[in-house]
């Protein structure tokens, strides 16, 4: 059972914009930043967005974060058929002496 | 180039223990804290603690307190993530990564992953 809870699909068309939600608690999310990965098949994870909306060098602008609250999201806009990955958000929780915490990852299906 | 390289798959037998290396090139080694997490077959990631490369001081997740000892050999910009006492929920790829800036939580830099199996 994961500490950050994602929906464990979502799906969209080439061009279409989805969005990708996360939700944590004040010892995760509501009090220190997250951050966003990408998992492709047979290479290593990606950092996407960090800090809640701040992107790595190399990261294109249709990728996008937020957060309010305990909760954070994702958002891709023009998707593209590449952006068919798994999805996972992170985030330092204060919780059991310091951890980072993940979501259990959310597939994402460009149809 | 900037990157992370890490040892090939292992196979053990439960109670037994397995060590990972992850071989970094391209930045300064003792500069970011290096972390460890891994993936078991159809769950997500799961974080098990850090080493501080440049001082050797570690910090694990309580649910692998006293069966993973993290260590690094700076001269060779290696880390270490030693896990003992192998069960078959061991099953994963584990994954070295490095922080993108010192004490964030981000990570920039990862592994392509080592898959550890644990059968008898």
């Known amino acids: 059972q994961s500490v950050l809870t994602q929906p464990p699909s979502a799906s969209g068309t080439p061009g279409q914009r989805v969005t990708i939600s996360c939700s944590g608690s004040s010892s995760n999310i509501g009090s220190n930043t997250v951050n966003w990965y990408q998992l492709l098949p047979g290479t290593a994870p990606k950092l996407l967005i960090y800090s809640y909306n701040q992107r790595p060098s190399g990261v294109p602008d249709r990728f996008s974060g937020s957060k309010s609250g305990t909760s954070a999201s994702l958002a891709i806009s023009g998707l593209q058929s590449e952006d068919e990955a798994v999805y996972y958000c992170a985030a330092w929780d204060d919780s059991l002496n310091g951890r980072v915490v993940f979501g259990g990852g959310t597939k994402l299906t460009v149809l | 180039q900037v990157q992370l390289v890490q040892s090939g798959a292992e196979v053990k037998r439960p109670g037994a223990s397995v060590k990972v290396s992850c071989k970094a090139s391209?930045?300064?080694?003792?500069?970011?804290?290096l972390h460890w997490m891994r993936q078991a077959p159809g769950q997500g990631l799961e974080w098990m603690g850090w080493v501080n490369p440049n001082r050797g001081d570690t910090k694990y997740a309580q649910k692998f307190q006293g069966r993973v000892t993290m260590t690094r050999d700076t001269p060779i910009s290696t880390a270490y993530m030693e896990l003992s006492r192998l069960r078959s929920d061991d099953t994963a790829v584990y994954y070295c990564a490095k922080e993108r800036n010192l004490g964030e939580s981000a990570l920039d830099l990862w592994g392509r992953g080592t898959l550890v199996t644990v059968s008898s």
């Open positions: 391209g930045y300064t080694f003792t500069d970011y804290y």
